[in-house]
Every structure is written in structure tokens, then in C-alpha cells.
């Protein structure tokens, strides 16, 4: 017995001899026994500015095709402009002064700086002035307008500038007044011609006298004059339509408007013509003669050459009023000395007619 308690206390002090050494060892820790622990790391991005710049914005301006260029210009006395480009080709212009005395188109080449229309009408409403021909590059629009009109065109109250593929009037269109009533084209656009008589352009006034002068039938260059007796007067327009050509014709023939809105009641123009049954001027409607009138611009109580000076007249248009209507200038046949030219009209509130015309004007009834 007394053998395995000695076995007892050696083993026991062995153990407390290991533990003061493991103590001594490891500050008395206790051991790991592989316990895992498990830490989460959360990220967060953080986003660094790039340095400040200078930005820069670029504005693009659309610059119209010059076949679909339309200048609308409402001041008096002022100019507008538009850049067009075209790839070349023949443009027709289309212009209007509206309500301002005048209007003015200068149409010049940006690459060339060729000037291709520079132009000035009175024409109150839209009207065909001329083809050009333009070449491959961009170009400068310019309207002018001239003062503003006390009372004014109502109805055409905006200066205009247009440019388009249409170089001819659209024959079924009905405009808002004549169109080019006062022919300021040079060309008889717009109206249609049967015969010979009024040649095939509108004469040039200012061209026809200064071909000629007094009696003579040719200046001293040997250029045929242009009017008859005396140079051409009282004509607000550059261009007339006349059966005198620089010489009377005896060619028959007959001058129609497009179709216009008779939307005031008078139509006023300038006329030269003697009493002549076939030398008138008529008023149609759905292609009927619905007025007829005959002038007598030669009366003794004139001053000036009857034969070479315009006439204010005037038709009454009550019967037809806001209807659509043509003029018709007639020459159904010319005696070698006789002749009609007429031109400058326009729509109107208030009649223009010089006294001693005493024309002759008949109604009819076939407007119902």
C-alpha cells in the first residue's frame, strides 16, 4: 500500500511540474483551440473628380436651301438678311413690298462675291420678278424695305422675299391681288397671251426712250425709237403691255391675268387707248365677259401727247367683288396707227380715274 501511494505523489508532482513550466512558458494563456473567427471588411468606392476644364458650346446654325428660302421683313426702312446655299442652277425670285413704298432683293455670292439680283419693285403683293442663274455655293439674301404706307395694301402687308423652283405662275393658284400687275418681271408671267399683238414681253419704258427722241424714227446711233411723237410718261411701273412695240402692230391678240380675289372694290391701272370698239379692257368671270370697258385717252382736253401718255382709270368691281376674276386687255383688231398699252394694276378702296377719260363701261349678269 505503502508502494502505490508513493507511485501517487511521484506522478502528481511530475504534473505540478508541468504546469509551472507551461506557466512559466505562456503567462498562464489559455491555449487556441482553433476557433475560427470570421471578419467582414466593408469597401466603400469613393469616386475622385477630374479637375475642372473649360467647356466650350457650339451653337450650329441652320443655313436654308436657297430653293426654299422665304424672307419675311415687317419693319419700314429696314434691311434683313438670310444665308442660303445651293448646289446650282436657275432660281426664280419672288418679291413683295407690302405695305412699304418699295422693297429691294441683292442676292450675292459668298465665295465668289459675284452679285447675281440686285432689284427694286413697288409690287404691293407676291409677285414672279426673274429666273437667275446661280452657281455651286452659299449665298447672301438682303430685303430692303422702303417707308411704311399710310393705309396701305391690307391684304398684302408683309415685305417678301422668296426664292424657289417655281419660276412660272401655277395657273390654277388665285392670288391675293394682280399678279405681276404691274409686269415688273420684264415678262408677261403670270398672264396669258392668244395673238400677236402684245408681242412677247412687256415693253421697257425708260429702254424705249431713251432709244429715240422728237419725230425721227431713228436716234443718231441709228436705234429705232421707241414711242410715238414724244417719250413715254406718266407710268409708275418700269414695264407696259402695248400693242406698240416700237411700231404699231396690226396683229390681233389678247393679253389674261392669272386668277386673283377681287377683294376691294375698284381696280385701278394706267391705260393709253383711243375710242376704239376693239381696243378694251374686260373683267372675266368662270371665263366670262362680266365688265366691259372702253377708254378714250386721246380727248382734246388733255395736255401732253395723247398718244404717248398714260392715264389714270378705273373699273368699278361691285358686281364681282370676292369673287375670283381675271383682266383681259383686248386688241381684237389694229389699224396701223391705233394701239392699247395698259399696266400698274392693283386693287383699291378708293376709285383713281382721270377726268375726261369718259369710259365706257357695261355690266352683265353672269355671276349667278
Not at 442660303?84 to 432683293?105: I, P, R
Not at 418700269?238 to 391678240?253: D, E, Q, R, W
Not at 386668277?259 to 376693239?278: G, R
Request: with cysteine.
Amino acid at each position: 500500500m505503502a508502494m502505490v501511494n508513493r507511485s501517487v505523489i511521484v506522478y502528481l508532482i511530475m504534473i505540478i511540474i508541468v504546469i509551472a513550466l507551461w506557466g512559466l512558458t505562456t503567462g498562464f494563456a489559455l491555449p487556441n483551440f482553433n476557433l475560427k473567427s470570421t471578419t467582414t471588411t466593408t469597401t466603400t468606392a469613393t469616386t475622385t473628380a477630374p479637375p475642372n476644364k473649360n467647356t466650350t458650346t457650339s451653337t450650329v446654325v441652320y443655313v436654308s436651301p436657297c430653293q426654299a428660302l422665304q424672307i419675311i421683313n415687317n419693319s419700314a426702312n429696314a434691311s434683313y438678311s438670310e444665308e442660303c446655299t445651293w448646289t446650282g442652277g436657275t432660281l426664280g425670285l419672288w418679291v413683295a413690298s407690302g405695305s412699304y413704298a418699295y422693297e429691294s432683293v441683292l442676292i450675292k455670292g459668298m465665295a465668289d462675291g459675284k452679285v447675281y439680283v440686285n432689284q427694286t419693285s413697288d409690287y404691293r403683293c407676291t409677285s414672279f420678278w426673274s429666273n437667275f442663274t446661280a452657281t455651286n455655293q452659299s449665298y447672301l439674301v438682303t430685303l430692303k424695305t422702303g417707308p411704311l404706307i399710310i393705309g396701305g395694301n391690307a391684304n398684302c402687308t408683309s415685305a417678301i422675299a422668296r426664292l424657289n423652283l417655281t419660276t412660272t405662275a401655277p395657273k390654277s393658284e388665285v392670288y391675293s391681288n394682280v399678279y405681276n400687275g404691274n409686269f415688273s418681271s420684264g415678262t408677261y408671267a403670270g398672264w396669258t397671251l392668244t395673238g400677236k399683238g402684245f408681242g412677247t414681253a412687256p415693253l421697257n419704258i425708260s429702254a424705249a426712250n431713251s432709244a429715240g427722241s422728237g419725230n425721227t424714227l431713228q436716234n443718231a446711233n441709228g436705234i429705232t425709237r421707241c414711242y410715238l411723237g414724244s417719250p413715254w410718261i406718266n407710268y409708275a411701273g418700269k414695264y407696259a403691255a402695248t400693242t406698240y412695240n416700237c411700231g404699231t402692230s396690226v396683229s390681233p391678240g389678247n393679253l389674261t391675268s392669272s386668277l386673283f380675289y377681287a377683294k376691294e372694290p375698284f381696280l385701278n391701272f394706267k391705260i393709253i387707248s383711243p375710242q376704239d370698239n376693239f381696243l378694251y379692257i374686260t373683267i372675266l368671270y368662270n371665263n366670262k365677259q362680266v365688265i366691259v370697258a372702253h377708254y378714250n385717252t386721246y380727248n382734246i382736253s388733255f395736255t401732253g401727247n395723247s398718244s404717248s401718255t398714260f392715264r389714270n382709270a378705273t373699273i368699278p368691281l361691285s358686281t364681282v367683288v370676292g369673287l375670283p376674276v381675271r383682266i383681259e386687255i383686248v386688241a381684237d383688231t389694229l389699224n396701223s396707227q391705233t394701239y392699247i398699252a395698259a399696266g400698274d394694276f392693283s386693287l383699291s378702296g378708293t376709285p383713281h380715274m382721270d377726268k375726261g377719260i369718259n369710259p365706257q363701261i357695261n355690266f352683265t349678269n353672269s355671276t349667278g
